[in-house]
């Protein structure tokens, strides 16, 4: 062998262990990048729990910022990282999205990126105006409480869902419902209007029908019963005696219609000059039932009006001890005793309006 034989036998086997190493060590870069991005993909990222909302025309870099500000994130990079890999700048959806302790980056990604909201239980009761209503419904969605309360004033769309302006207040029942945060006013009343056709079922309709009241006149009076008692064993009593001044002809002289049509429920006594209002809710200037409920009465007042209670009283007054109960009777003689009874308390009380 020459000295130039073993000078290139010497040289080589030297190259090749460079390029060992370098293919070793780049393997190594290799993986140490792909356990990388394999925990960017994959590792839990979510270290508290978190609601994440995301109004229309909303863009990456507000959602991003949010999640930083907020301390959400284990991993922010990872997070920035998945969501260029996975389009989401391009693709995002208006939600209420609920980031889960654990969840991992591409388990984060994919859910806002295919628009996999959180639902929320929508919740309303006691509720006697409009207003109130809008007010609080606009806390649980997107819709405001503009946008909510112009329902009622839309004539079109009120009377293609079968009401009008006054017994449009019918087709809202008070429950707990489950939406989506993104919902409008428009898919709001359209999903009461779903819900008010399954809680009139066949078998309301019939007891309704057997009494010779609407659905709608059912809830008017339940709206008038829920109001005069705020005690539940008395619900069916109560609307068993609307129900047989009905029956008679006689005018109902409702306080609480009274206190509607002045626009004052805090109305502690009703007076004379009160019962002189001109308004078609007073029901002591006229006979049968309001156009339109005074409240929205719950599903507790709109059954009790259903499943009245059979009996003979014509007449109710507020007990004097201010229990919340009400003594009643049969003739008009008796509740005139029970008023007087009950007008002496207020006056004992200095309760004078």
């Known amino acids: 062998m020459t000295i130039d034989q073993k000078s290139s036998a010497m040289i080589f086997p030297r190259i090749g262990k460079f390029i060992i190493i370098f293919f070793a060590f780049a393997l190594v870069i290799v993986g140490i990048r792909a356990y990388q991005l394999y925990g960017y993909v994959f590792a839990k990222n979510v270290k508290s729990e978190y609601i994440l909302l995301i109004p229309e025309n909303s863009t990456y870099s507000q959602i991003s910022d949010s999640l930083q500000i907020n301390d959400i994130l284990v991993n922010q990079k990872a997070f920035k990282w998945v969501a260029k890999k996975k389009s989401y700048p391009t693709n995002i959806k208006p939600g209420r999205y609920l980031l889960k302790i654990g969840m991992n980056t591409n388990q984060i990604v994919n859910m806002l990126r295919a628009g996999i909201q959180e639902p929320v239980d929508v919740t309303f009761n006691n509720v006697r105006f409009k207003e109130d209503l809008a007010g609080k419904v606009s806390k649980y969605i997107q819709a405001d409480s503009i946008s909510i309360l112009n329902l009622f004033s839309d004539e079109k769309k009120i009377k293609e869902y079968g009401f009008n302006t006054e017994t449009f207040r019918t087709m809202f029942i008070p429950n707990t419902y ?27 309709k019939a007891k309704a029908e057997k009494i010779a009241l609407s659905p709608e006149e059912v809830t008017t009076l339940a709206s008038i019963v829920q109001s005069e008692t705020v005690k539940a064993d008395e619900l069916k009593t109560v609307a068993g005696l609307y129900i047989n001044r009905l029956k008679k002809g006689i005018r109902l002289q409702a ?52 499943n009245f209670e059979e009996h003979k009283y014509l007449y109710m007054c507020a007990k004097e001890d201010f229990s919340g109960y009400h003594n009643f009777a049969k003739t008009l003689i008796k509740h005139n005793r029970n008023a007087a009874k009950y007008r002496r308390a207020l006056d004992k009380n200095r309760i004078y309006k």
Do not use: C, Q
Not at 189 to 199: C, H, L, Q
Not at 260 to 285: F, M, Q
């Open 178 to 204: 489950e939406f989506y945060w993104t919902t409008s006013a428009e898919e709001f009343a359209k999903r009461m209007k779903v819900e008010y056709d399954r809680f009139w079922n066949e078998s309301r």
């Open 255 to 306: 306080d609480p219609t009274i206190k509607y049509a002045v626009g004052d429920y805090s109305l502690k006594r009703v007076l004379t000059i009160h019962l002189e209002i001109e308004s078609p809710y007073n029901t002591y200037k006229y006979a049968g039932l309001p156009p339109g409920p005074i409240a929205f009465p719950e599903v507790s007042a709109i059954d009790a009006v259903l």
